[in-house]
């Protein structure tokens, strides 16, 4: 059995700065960070605009009222507003922190970090490097890891939570490369496993990004917070669904119909191109519904609508957003300094995850806490984004929540004892669970089966929601769960076995998709991201709280936590 006083799952941008935390706060203490890809190859690299904070480098009145009060708006006012203040408030000095460590972001003429608007956000506070953000920061991070001695455990595939009487003691491990088990026991353990964006069909998530760590703690008996609020970000590549940046709004371009307007200015006049992501997803599923989206050879009442650069000039494309461009070109052969390109929503985010306090120790409820237990990153709900983050805070949340669920974990672990573990009750249990899925002669590819459940949460659980619609998509995967017992698999080996892998990811999709549908089948109201055509108002008077969601294969049972309120009383959202 192997043994750190902190493990941290997840080598993304809040696990990674979440090591470099604690690290620093006493290097005597043995870390290590556990991934099934290795750290360089999580979802953060991919991310792409940019990451918020009040530098004032281009907007001098910009300020960290004014960020939270952007946040929580955007948040339709469901983010606890003590930890949208702690976000706000402490953002320049992550950034400059980043800058420290060697991060090359992209700069203004005069050597200072250079800004650029974001949807949502009132002043110019996104910093960037370029539109490849996630990139220049993951790297640093990873690099400081080694600097401080961080054991890394990469292509480590977690199967488990250890948690027993209220405290969690470890993990259990599958090692990708080799196939064997490992049960590794801590004095704290933190999850930054990431989102869940491959429980639909069409995503800008990475294949890694199946909801792990969400369905280990429901697993475990443990909540899952406002899992109904999924983000669609207004511009997925079509058809593959990839990211192209806000970045490229922030930049100046343009939404198009298939008659040539601006839509945006019947949806969000003030805003236009750069309304919170929730307003413009739905403005273009709208567009797309009144057969003004466009067709692959031009014509009208097609499945996308276009985002037009060319205005932008090819300087500035290749400057600003050359990725974006690269994207486009090498994907789907279009060449955006002269053509426009077709895109449409695609799954982006998830805003509700563990639900966590300020310092990142995971809620058992209400606000009883889960001793040895922390998670920050996408798979935590601390809320700050509450029902549509704003783009570049996502960044922004890893880091100073990173941070400081690192710091508060660095106290938690001191003068404590490493847990005890019976070890082999737990290896038992894993080699069953692996043994039943090589031997079970099975009818279904895992291929089929997944492909089914996606295709069914994309059609039951997408933009627009209704009872009917979720209750019909909750019973089809039900039944398609049944399945799960019956798939087989080719690969018996277990050296690079990433059959087992997928198999494993699968359960995971079952059982945070089954949270989301329920989650949202009870919201009866229509809240940022979280849209239903048979509620379509906001109902502060019955939904102002938090969905605490309990999973177990008999059900899950729904409980609801009050909202914090500091700063900022619910307003009606307009933009
Ligand atoms: C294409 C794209 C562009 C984006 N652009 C921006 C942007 O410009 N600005 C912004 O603010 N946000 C952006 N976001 C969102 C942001 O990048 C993510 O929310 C954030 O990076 C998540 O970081 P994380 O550390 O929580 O998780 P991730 O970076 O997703 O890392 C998760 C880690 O957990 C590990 N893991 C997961 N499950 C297991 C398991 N079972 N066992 C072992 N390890 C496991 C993975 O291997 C990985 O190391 C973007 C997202 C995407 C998809």
């Known amino acids: 059995m192997l043994k750190h006083d902190v493990v ?22 043995d870390i290590a960070v556990v991934a099934k890809t290795h750290p360089i190859r999580s979802h953060s690299v991919a991310a792409q605009g940019g990451i918020a904070a009040t530098l004032k480098n281009v907007d001098a009145s910009d300020t960290w009222e004014a960020h939270a009060f952007d946040t929580v708006k955007g948040s339709d006012y469901l983010a606890d507003q003590d930890a949208v203040e702690l976000l706000a408030r402490e953002a320049p000095d992550v950034v400059i922190d980043l800058e420290h460590m060697g991060v090359l972001f992209s700069r203004l003429p005069d050597g200072r970090i250079a800004q650029r608007a974001f949807g949502g956000h009132s002043h110019n506070r996104t910093c960037y490097a370029a539109d490849k953000t996630g990139h220049a920061i993951l790297h640093e991070l990873v690099n400081n890891l080694r600097r401080y001695g961080v054991q890394i455990y990469d292509e480590w595939y977690v199967l488990r939570l250890i948690l027993e009487d209220g405290q969690v003691k470890g993990i259990v491990t599958y090692n990708i490369r080799d196939g064997h088990l490992e049960v590794v026991r801590a004095k704290a353990v933190m999850f930054a496993t990431g989102g869940y964006g491959r429980v639909y069909n069409t995503t800008s998530n990475d294949y890694a990004s199946t909801g792990d760590g969400l369905a280990m703690t429901a697993m475990a008996g443990l909540p899952l917070e406002d899992m109904e609020f999924v983000q669609f970000h207004p511009t997925g590549l079509y058809p593959v669904g990839v990211l192209i940046s806000e970045a490229v709004r922030g930049e100046g371009a343009y939404l198009i119909n298939s008659e040539g307007d601006r839509f945006m200015a019947n949806y969000a006049p003030s805003r236009m191109e750069l309304a919170p992501r929730d307003i413009t997803s739905r403005a273009i599923a709208l567009e797309i519904r009144a057969s003004r989206g466009i067709h692959p050879d031009g014509s009208a009442g097609g499945p996308f609508v276009y985002l037009d650069l060319r205005h932008m000039g090819q300087e500035k494309i290749m400057s600003r957003v050359p990725f974006c461009w690269e994207e486009a070109h090498r994907l789907v052969g279009i060449d955006a300094v002269h053509q426009p390109i ?11 995850g563990i639900p966590v306090n300020t310092d990142g120790q995971v809620r058992s409820s209400g606000d009883n806490l889960v001793e040895g237990f922390f998670a920050a990153g996408e798979c935590a709900c601390v809320s700050v984004h509450g029902a549509n983050r704003l783009g570049s805070n996502s960044l922004l949340e890893c880091v100073v ?70 209750q019909e998509g909750l019973q089809q995967i039900q039944q398609l769960q049944l399945q799960y017992p019956d798939i087989y698999l080719d690969d018996k080996s277990t050296c690079w076995n ?39 108002d906001r109902n502060d008077t019955e939904f102002l709280k938090h969905t605490m969601a309990y999973y177990s294969p008999a059900g899950i049972d729904l409980q609801y936590r009050p909202v914090t309120i500091t700063m900022f009383e619910p307003q009606e959202r307009k933009y």
Do not use: W
């Open 8 to 29: 941290i799952v997840g080598g993304g941008l809040a696990g990674c700065r979440a090591a470099v935390e604690i690290a620093r706060t006493d290097p005597k203490l």
């Open 342 to 352: 077709p895109v449409r929503p695609t799954v982006h985010y998830s805003m509700g």
């Open 401 to 470: 929540y990173g941070r400081r669920t690192g710091a508060a974990i660095a106290q938690y672990v001191q003068n404590r004892k490493l847990p005890i573990i019976d070890e082999q009750r737990y290896i038992t249990e894993a080699q069953r669970r692996l043994q039943a899925l090589l031997e079970q002669p099975g009818k279904y590819r895992i291929n089929q089966v997944r492909t089914a459940f996606q295709d069914c949460m994309t059609q039951h659980c997408g933009v627009f929601r209704t009872a009917e619609i979720m």
């Open 498 to 536: 990433t059959e087992i892998i997928e198999a494993l990811e699968l359960q995971s999709l079952f059982v945070v998709g089954q949270v989301i549908l329920a989650s949202a089948l009870n919201r009866q109201e229509s809240r940022g991201a979280h849209y239903r055509e048979d509620y379509s």
